[in-house]
Nanobody
Framework: QVQLVESGGGLVQAGGSLRLSCIAS????????LGWFRQASGKEREFVAA???????TYADSVKGRFTISRDNAKNTVSLQMNSLQSEDTAVYYC???????????????WGQGTQVTVSS
């Protein structure tokens, strides 16, 4: 069982930045493949970014060049740096652990409770 806790959400003006963090339980964090997802009100959850155990990364086209996913194995933490935020980025953001090949498909084995990001225009 892996427990994930997100933090860092909040209210930001369009064009601003936020940094989300997700701390995970477990002694084998360095082996985890991790992803960030988001769900806007009334919409389905969508993939945002993923990072594998070797720090290879992949992004949704909608965030490429604006968001950066990273990991700190010493702190059991995965982060999402979000720059140039737009109103369309408003959503609840979730982190998850899963298979790198299927995280992009929205499939995770363990999920956090989410953190709200609101971008005002």
């Amino acid at each position: 069982q892996v427990q994930l806790v997100e933090s860092g959400g909040g209210l930001v003006q369009a064009g601003g930045s936020l940094r989300l963090s997700c701390i995970a339980s477990g002694r084998t964090f360095s082996n985890y493949n991790l992803g960030w997802f988001r769900q806007a009100s009334g919409k389905e959850r969508e993939f945002v970014a993923a990072i594998n155990w070797g720090s290879s990364t992949t992004y949704a086209d909608s965030v490429k060049g604006r968001f950066t996913i990273s990991r700190d194995n010493a702190k059991n933490t995965v982060s999402l740096q979000m720059n140039s935020l737009q109103s369309e980025d408003t959503a609840v953001y979730y982190c998850a652990v899963g298979q790198y090949s299927t995280l992009r498909l929205g499939r995770g084995d363990y999920w956090g409770q989410g953190t709200q990001v609101t971008v005002s225009s």
